[in-house]
């Protein structure tokens, strides 16, 4: 049986997006309890971890302000977390200049403010995943534990839970097209 027991703290917008597939990146900078004090791509397959914590509406692009009150309105009770899609990171790109993470405008949902205030964070610069993301076979909802609290990215879940059965929100060819695209944009971020 396929499982996976880590996962990845985003904008509870954010996932829905993903979830959607109106968003097959992510855009990584990370929080203040990192290891070492930046990101790094721990893990390449990853259950999305929604936060309710700093997102706000101007984080958003305006079109997106609908995902966020959606995720709200769908938000676990206090105490839950609530686990319903799983990732995988099909290509890493490490974006040194602010143009080019400019460049993914229109591929993601947050506003370029938000873009420019993760890639300033601490010294210039962001990763960008590029992930299939996959609906689980099933919801999880599981204590949302002092373990996982802080500004980190990534938490290890309290027990690994079943992919098997999951289906990609986009199709293979949709997908690929996405890759094609990222690798146009950003053929010297690799």
Not at 1 to 11: S, V
Request: net charge negative; with cysteine.
């Amino acid at each position: 049986m396929n499982t996976l027991q880590h996962a990845l703290k985003e904008w509870a917008a954010i996932c829905r997006a993903l979830a959607e597939g109106r968003q097959t990146l992510l855009l990584r900078k990370g929080g203040i309890a990192e290891s070492g004090g930046e990101f790094a791509v721990e893990h390449r397959r990853f259950w999305l971890f929604p936060t309710y914590v700093h997102q706000q509406k101007a984080g958003l692009v305006p079109e997106a302000a609908l995902l966020l009150e959606q995720a709200e309105a769908d938000r676990p009770p206090s105490g839950t977390v609530r686990l319903t899609h799983f990732a995988e990171a099909a290509n890493i790109y490490h974006v040194r200049e602010l143009a080019d993470a400019e460049k993914l405008a229109g591929m993601h949902c947050w506003s370029p403010q938000t873009v420019q205030s993760r890639f300033e964070y601490r010294r210039p610069g962001l990763f960008v995943l590029a992930v299939r993301v996959y609906r689980a076979p099933q919801v999880f909802d599981l204590p949302d534990t002092e373990e996982y609290a802080g500004c980190r990215s990534w938490v290890e879940l309290d027990r690994a839970l079943p992919t098997e059965g999951a289906t990609p929100v986009l199709e293979e060819q949709a997908f690929a097209e996405v890759l094609r695209k990222l690798d146009c944009l950003l053929p010297s971020c690799k």
